[in-house]
């Protein structure tokens, strides 16, 4: 479908000077210089809402002798433009940019990343929705008495009370398309609203002129459902595209404000952080992120670097050592030197790959949407020539419009415009009901296609929380000492060991944390220290792919406890549910070889890959796709969102950190993975009803549009006829609500609540 594109009120005009500077000059401030004489500048365009819209805009920088590329992201609204800033000895000037968009017909202000605009688009359909349903409702019973033989005077009453109802709902709920079909003609182009448009403006016309004439027939009924059908299906539709637009935006709470910034004579100053420069020294106390890219100078202490690797242990760093902006820090304060400005560091990076992945993906066409350009001329075409025709054959001209106003009504895309969103709709239902939420319906079609899985390990494949494994093998005292130790942490090793253990005191003594090696207690008995080998018996570690913690007395060992990060519900069912599929599996993480080779074996997997940065998932989600395969890509952590963004169709558990969540297409709410194959076979089933309905669509064009064009339709009976075959579609989709999957493994303990409630057939 098409969409029209209207400004966003309060948004800043392109032309408007800032802060006493030409609007040129603002321009070229606000771009990003990249070198060999190139800039980039990033403008919002508030209207852009479909694939026919990025088409015009990106199709119109292009001609443009100073772009070198032109994306528009669908997600954030953005047009990101790379020009030269000189071309052939002249300085370009930026201004041309915005003037480009605006020829469009789209509204445009530069862009702020901070920038939130609410949807209220959505809000005005369903009103717009429901009035013209209610206005279509009034007049059918109207109608009712005049088709059961109402006299004359009773029929034109009747017909002037439909004529002043229908009105103001056109008017209200057709503005839509009105201002869609307008804007496209003022600015020399057309679109699929303009046939509605004319064939909703030419019934009305036609019956408010047969009421004047006293006429026994008036189409207001057809005009004002008409709307209703169509805008319920642009409803839908807008309503699948609006769950993906939130991914990118959620990274910046992941960067703090400002960080404190240490001057070169010993004084403190709070700072914004963009205002950050390389170099600069910078506190970061406990439970704060790292604001920028930087080097440890001064302190210890442990990390939550899921951002970076999506693993939940901390990680140690001290005096030396590197971090990532956006990583947590958990116990020690620490004094770093910026190596980044905050638009080079890590945090930045991420958000560009999403929005790189976020620009490829929305080029994604629909049938539907390839199907505009050609639709409007066809449907104009046949009107006019049906029109002549008729008047060629009869010389009348009344019959030959209402004719042609037949032909519009007929061929308006309400069956082709359901056949997609009312599909997703009810998918979406369906998935619902087994704890799987879509976020994009076109994700659904892009899963159906798919034909490799890859799986992050911790917090996907695993449940990210350590387990003590060897409980029963260590002695029972030091099991209650190493519990009263890990009393004093929040490590998730201690935490592990403490629950298992039970209610425990705590040793009496002097207790410390040490930052990045565990917990030391001076006690009448001695020291007591646990956590890694190295630190409680100076020895190297031998765990291999297992965590342990050690548990010593003045430097001699008493007990090892051994970890392990236990399998998310139905992980081994649901690997064998997706070989059973066809599909390839296989594993992305960011944790350590050996671990990720212990779980591969356990899992039957034999692809995977370990000690993957965000940016080598994205390469191997790349990678696998150049090789001719599309890739489902699951995974929960921050460090995930990029592979997420980048794959063909992405998915996340709901207890995966929210950057993750919203990257996803899909999230499933259980913990059982079954989710997983419950949502491909459900995609696929979607799919296969989503062509029938584009075939059911396309047959009722076949036979309904020589019925009007040889003048055995009226206005009513088109838009019968056009009701009629977008029921069909609904009532097709709705197919899906008693289809299941038989992929949903019996064992699992949530197999109850994805296992459908007949098979299809």
Known sequence: ??????????????????????????????????????????????????????????????????????????????????????????????????????????????????????????????????????????????SVSVWSGADAATRDLFHWISAMIAAPAMIYSGRFFYQSAWNALRHGRTNMDVPIALAVTLSYGMSLYETIGHGAHAWFDASVTLLFFLLIGRTLDHMMRGRARSAISGLARLSPRGATVVNPDGSRDYRLVDEIRPGERLLVAAGERIP?????????????????????????????????????????????EATAAARDSFLAEITGLMEAAEGGRARYRRIADRAARYYSP????????????????????????????????????????????????????????????????????????????LLDKTGTLTMGEPRLINAGEVDPAALAAAAALAL???????????????????????????????????????????????????????AGGQAEAVLSLDGRELACFRFEDRLRPAAQESVEALDRLGLTTGILSGDREPVVAAIARRLGIESWRAELSPRGKVEACAATAEGGRRVLMVGDGINDAPALRAAHVSMAPATAADVGRQAADFVFMHQSLAAVPFAIETSRRAGRLIRQNFALAIGYNVIAVPVAILGYATPLVAAIAMSTSSLIVVCNALRLKGLGTASVPASSPHAAALRPARSMP
């Open 378 to 453: 066809a449907v104009h075409l046949l009107a006019l020539l049906s029109f002549i025709g008729w008047m060629l054959v009869e010389g009348d001209v009344r019959h030959a419009m209402l004719i042609a106003v037949a032909v519009l009504i007929i061929t308006c895309p309400c069956a082709l415009g359901l056949a997609v969103p009312v599909v997703q709709v009810v998918a979406a239902g369906r998935l619902f009901q087994g704890g799987v939420m879509v976020k994009d319906g076109s994700a659904m079609e892009r899963l159906a296609e798919i034909d490799t899985v």
């Open 1 to 142: 479908m098409s969409c029209c594109a209207t400004g966003v009120e309060g948004a800043l005009d392109i032309e408007r000077a800032g802060q006493g500077l030409p609007a040129s000059e603002e321009l070229w401030l606000a771009s990003r210089a990249l070198g060999d004489g190139l800039r980039q500048t990033d403008l919002s365009v508030p209207g852009v809402h479909c694939g026919a819209c990025i088409t015009t805009i990106e199709g119109a920088l292009r001609t443009r002798p100073e772009v070198v590329r032109a994306r528009v992201n669908l997600s954030s609204r953005r047009v990101s433009i790379v020009w030269k800033e000189e071309v052939a000895g002249i300085r370009s000037d930026p201004r041309a940019l915005a003037r480009a968009i605006r020829d469009c017909g789209y509204e445009t202000h530069l862009f702020a990343a901070s920038e939130e605009e609410g949807d209220v688009l959505i809000k005005q359909l369903i009103r717009a929705v429901a009035v013209s349903g209610f206005a279509a409702t009034n007049i059918m019973l109207l």
């Open 488 to 542: 004093h942490s929040r490590h998730p090793i201690a935490t592990a060991l403490h629950e298992v253990s039970g209610a425990v005191q705590p040793l009496v003594g002097e207790v410390r944390e040490i930052p990045g090696a565990g917990i030391e207690a001076e006690t009448s008995e001695g020291v007591y220290r646990l956590g890694s080998r190295a630190f409680a018996c100076g020895e190297a570690g031998t």
């Open 292 to 336: 920028v890219d930087g080097r440890v100078l001064k302190g210890a202490s442990d990390l939550d670097r899921s951002v970076v690797n999506g693993e939940s242990a901390p990680v140690a760093v001290s005096a030396g050592d590197t971090v990532q902006a956006g990583t947590l820090n958990l116990t020690g304060p620490l004094t770093l």
